[in-house]
């Protein structure tokens, strides 16, 4: 069974940084695409970012430029690296694993607020 835990949320000011981490455990040898989605309140949740086990990462318009997504191998994690914070990227967010089958798995997600 695949598990996924996510940290690294928190509370920053507009224009900070935060790093979020995704760590997969159990079998994901077969999985095709991890990345990271959000959910706002009163929103439907929406990707930010997804890093495919080939071909370049992918990022929603409205992060790219200021998120940078990578992933381990070896560690079986995926970072996501955000800079220059919006308000508007107040959400929480949560880590997917795909895998070939089609099958998902995601995490219990973390709250990420800007705001000053």
């Known amino acids: 069974q695949v598990q996924l835990v996510e940290s690294g949320g928190g509370f920053v000011q507009p224009g900070g940084s935060l790093t979020l981490s995704c760590a997969a455990s159990?079998?994901?040898?077969?999985?095709?695409?991890m990345g990271w989605y959000r959910q706002a309140a009163g929103k439907e949740r929406e990707l930010v970012a997804v890093v495919f086990s080939g071909g370049p990462p992918k990022y929603a318009d409205s992060v790219t430029g200021r998120f940078t997504i990578s992933k381990n191998n070896v560690d079986k994690t995926v970072t996501l690296q955000m800079g220059s914070l919006k308000p508007e990227d107040t959400a929480i967010y949560y880590c997917?694993?795909?895998?070939?089958?089609?099958?998902?798995?995601w995490g219990k997600g973390t709250l990420v607020t800007v705001s000053s």
């Open positions: 159990g079998n994901i040898f077969s999985h095709n695409a």
């Open positions: 997917n694993l795909r895998l070939y089958t089609g099958v998902e798995y």
